[in-house]
């Protein structure tokens, strides 16, 4: 029946026999992976642990720690005033100053609940501002001519707003 020899060894044909032996059990993977997994979990957590344990032992925090070498407050030492808050309803109004040997006007306003304001020049056009209460910063959005960046203040009955160059004072 063979009378050739490449019958009897038959090459190659490109076709892949894919009989594979299950040599480990599809349990005893699943096992091994949640074992690891569970090891990994405890390792985490002990060391952690640790790690919040140390933070608290090393803080050197003494709240009511009376030692010379803490810094003693006498009644020539001045303390930061907590700022006085202007809230915004006080800052709508129309304020004057001088940019560059110029007078210009600004017009703070609340148009629904948007915080706007108006510049001199052009007063159809309205933009935004941005007011933060506890600071009491204004942040003009699409500056004009040195508007940028100020700072409210109250003095007496009246407010200035106040930047490094320039000053306006609310005339109404």
């Given amino acids: 029946m063979f009378d050739r020899p490449e019958e009897r060894n038959p ?3 490109g076709r892949v026999n894919n009989k594979t032996e299950n040599i480990v ?14 090891v990994l979990g405890i390792i985490l ?11 608290g032992k090393n803080s050197n925090s003494k709240p009511y720690s009376s030692s010379e070498s803490e810094i003693a407050i006498t009644e ?14 006080e800052l709508v109004g129309e304020y004057t100053g001088s940019i560059n040997n110029k007078i210009i006007t ?5 148009e629904g609940t948007k915080k706007r304001y108006t510049y001199s020049e052009n007063k159809r056009l309205s933009y935004m501002l ?36 320039v000053e306006l004072l609310k005339t109404k």
């Fill in 25 to 38: 059990s599809e349990d005893s993977k699943n096992k091994n992976l949640y074992i690891i997994i569970g």
């Fill in 130 to 165: 941005f007011h933060f209460p506890a600071t009491n910063d204004i942040n003009f959005h699409k500056p004009k001519e040195g508007l940028a960046e100020f700072r409210a203040f109250k003095e007496g009955n009246t407010i200035i707003l106040r930047s490094p160059n």
């Fill in 45 to 55: 957590l002990i060391a952690g642990g640790i790690f919040i344990f140390n933070l």
């Fill in 106 to 110: 600004v017009n703070i306003f609340l």
């Fill in 76 to 89: 020539n030492t001045v303390l930061p005033s907590k700022i006085q808050e202007i809230p915004f309803q």
């Fill in 11 to 13: 090459r190659n044909t």
